[in-house]
């Protein structure tokens, strides 16, 4: 559909036609040599996008803030609701990346989650999606992207109730607060501004006697300028205020016998690269300090980069970056006109010009041969003006036009279907199962996605049927002293000895010393009934044939 893509927007962008939409926001619009338009755009991951240890950390984390609420609001969910709640879920990154704008299918909403709304409103509205938590796709870990609102008695003081007119205050106010400044002080506005230049010129001549001072402010004029900054004045004002407002005594302690008293605030106290660092780690992260400071400045504290942040904004160079990103903003592009995408999409099965197509579906849970017609995997329904392959080639899934844009925009089906739900309800298995006795989620049973990520890597498997010889069958019974099969069990990888088996098979070596039978009985039955010979290419022989008596049942007993 057409639409006109400003900076700041919300967007879908396709980059294969049988995965969902990837959902991005809009930084920059730049032009191209060639004359294409890029998009520098903000990602934003889907619940399938990321591991299933953090989703389960993303869902305890709603459930702890839900259970917070005096009214929970996703009490009176249905489960359709909560599954399709699930896919308007996303989660913030710090990653960019540049795209082509002809990648461009639309626009969407995306807020952070608001608390104190119903999330059924985020399902009443179409295109519309939230996020609470910020995804590392580099270090694989969720963040809270704000503070949490924390209102009651655990985090706000109590008020007590407004004194009435007349009515006497009997706090102790020197234990609620403390005095730094006293207005009505015996010294006149004159006498402290010629103090207050007095420690002007204390701040740069000692400046000048500090080396480190010297090399940062290398000019007087720069030394006075460090000198006239707030933190000497703050420093000589309080110095008044703590020595009673005598000015001979607190120009003594301004002054003191070691050397004048010299007065640095963060400006002064970072040097040049760290300044430059700040600088880049701005403009990567904005205003997001504690970022900065684990990725740029980690010998800084977060209290020093806050502070330093704010004087900086007080300097020429703040103002210099401002009106020169002014200026390139001007000469950017503000938005790009999207025509309506009409290519033909490559997962299209069937085209019937307009009229209804009918699929000799049957009703929901049934499952259809291979070359049969199906009808749509997600809402069943056996009519739909164009058909969608959906899911692995072998699977021959189908989806029905509205559910097909509905698998496009939220990465997911409407309703759980027999490929999709049980992924997102069972987690899945450590290790692949060799039987097909487990949850129904396994691979050859899931969309093979390419996101970037292994989990979504995977891949059809193709079964095979073992089928044993009636010879290994036999062996199995006859030969458990020497196979041990629980042992064998154990040790998958130690080879088994196949000669000694084959020989005590043959050559009828299966009885141990320890399990051998009195000869009597043994005897008795050879007497009385023609037992089977082997012959010397180990087939059975079922008559008495002289020719094989040197080849009977056991070399414990042999025949004359």
């Known amino acids: 559909w057409p639409a006109n ?10 980059n294969s036609s049988s995965n969902p939409y990837l959902i991005r926001r809009i930084e920059e619009l730049n032009k191209t040599a060639s004359g294409n338009v890029e998009a520098k755009v903000v990602c934003f991951y ?6 299933h240890s953090l989703i389960q950390l993303a869902d305890k984390h709603a459930q702890d803030l839900e259970e917070e609420k005096e009214s ?3 009490a009176d969910l249905t489960d359709k609701q909560e599954h399709q709640l699930r896919h308007r879920e996303l989660f913030l990154s710090r990653q960019y990346e540049s795209l082509p704008a002809t990648h461009i299918r639309g626009k969407c909403s995306v807020a952070l989650l608001n608390e104190t709304e119903a999330v059924l409103s985020y399902l009443d509205k179409e295109d519309m999606f939230f996020y609470s938590l910020v995804y590392d796709p580099t270090q694989k870990t969720l963040l809270a992207d704000k503070g949490e609102i924390r209102v009651g008695p655990r985090f706000q003081a109590d008020v007590p109730d407004m004194l009435q007119e007349g009515d006497s205050d009997e706090r102790d106010q020197s234990k609620l ?3 730094l400044w006293d207005p009505d002080c015996p010294l006149s506005s004159k006498q402290i501004d010629q103090f207050l230049v007095v420690a002007r010129a204390v701040g740069t001549f000692a400046r000048a006697l500090d080396c480190s001072s010297s090399v940062r402010q290398p000019s007087l004029h720069a030394s006075a300028a460090a000198a006239s900054r707030d933190i000497t004045l703050f420093h000589a004002m309080d110095t008044l205020h703590r020595h009673g407002y005598d000015l001979s005594s ?12 010299l007065c640095r605030d963060e400006m002064e106290e970072w040097s040049a690269s760290e300044a430059a660092m700040f600088e880049e780690a701005l403009e990567k992260y904005g205003k997001d300090f504690n970022d900065i400071r684990q990725d740029f400045l980690p010998w800084k504290s977060l209290t020093s980069i806050i502070e330093y942040y704010y004087m900086w904004k007080t300097t020429d160079r703040y ?17 790009v006109y999207i025509p309506t995408y009409n290519k033909p999409n490559p997962n299209q099965i069937s085209v019937t010009n307009g009229k209804m197509a009918t699929v000799n579906g049957a009703g929901p849970g049934a499952y259809h041969a291979a070359g049969g017609g199906r009808a749509c995997e997600s809402c069943y329904s056996t009519q739909s003006a164009q058909w969608y392959s959906w899911g692995p080639p072998n699977m021959q899934c189908r989806l029905c036009v509205s559910c097909w844009m509905y698998w496009k925009k939220y990465g997911g089906l409407k309703m759980p279907s027999r490929a999709e739900g049980p992924e997102e309800k069972t987690p899945p298995s450590p290790e692949p199962r060799s039987r097909g006795h487990g949850p129904r989620q396994s691979s050859h049973m899931v ?4 996101s970037g990520s292994p989990k979504s890597s995977t891949k059809t498997k193709q079964a095979f049927l073992l089928q044993a010889t009636r010879l290994t069958k036999l062996a199995r019974h006859m030969c458990r002293d020497i196979i041990r099969l629980r042992r064998a069990a154990r040790r998958p990888f130690v080879p088994i000895n196949c000669g000694a088996i084959k020989a005590a098979s043959v050559f009828g070596s299966f009885l141990s010393i ?14 009385t009934h023609s037992s089977p010979n082997i012959s010397q290419n180990g087939s059975f022989c079922t008559h008495a044939c002289p020719a094989h008596t040197s080849y009977t049942c056991s070399p414990i007993h042999k025949h004359t």
Do not use: M, W
């Open 447 to 450: 969309p093979v996605r390419n």
């Open 250 to 261: 607190a120009l003594s302690v301004l002054v003191p016998s070691g050397g004048p008293v």
């Open 72 to 74: 929970p609001s996703e």
């Open 177 to 179: 607060e403390e005095k």
């Open 319 to 335: 103002v210099q970056q401002k009106r020169l990103k002014a200026a390139e903003a001007e000469s950017k592009l503000k938005q």
């Open 514 to 527: 320890s399990t051998q039978q009195p000869l009597e009985p043994f005897e008795i039955h050879i007497d």
């Open 46 to 51: 889907r619940r399938r996008d990321i591991s």
């Open 5 to 14: 893509c400003r900076v700041t927007d919300y967007v879908f962008i396709e």
